[in-house]
């Protein structure tokens, strides 16, 4: 995929594709302020997600290496969920969304 000179200067598309979106942010929030998660723990904890869109979800954010998904070889198989390096440092952006949206309430 070559880059336009636009998307160079600003990656704020790109940025929005990666983590856009209702369900998305509520995942990453998620394993970034509260940890590894089982899938059904974590469907639980995304109110209102349904199984098919957090499947869709955490393959597109493990394929942007933002989640990391580990399969223990148990009966029956567990599977992890884990923010990755690259989505840990997302965790500044959410603190600052916080902060806006207080500041914001208070005016």
């Known amino acids: ?5 636009q998307d ?4 704020a598309p790109i940025v929005f594709t990666m983590i856009g979106g209702k369900w998305k942010l509520a995942i ?12 059904g723990e974590l469907r639980r904890e995304v109110d209102g997600v349904t199984q098919t ?3 869709k979800q955490l393959r597109t954010l493990e394929a942007d290496g933002l989640v990391r998904r580990e399969i223990f ?3 029956p ?9 690259d989505g840990l440092s997302l965790k500044p952006v959410f603190e600052a969304m916080h902060c806006w949206w207080l500041a914001r309430k208070q005016h």
């Open 1 to 5: 995929m070559v880059d336009s000179e």
């Open 8 to 11: 160079v200067l600003c990656p």
């Open 28 to 39: 990453l929030k998620t394993l970034i302020f509260h940890g590894t998660k089982r899938f």
């Open 53 to 55: 869109m957090l499947t």
């Open 73 to 75: 070889a148990e009966v």
């Open 77 to 85: 198989p567990r599977v992890e969920y884990s923010v990755t390096e």
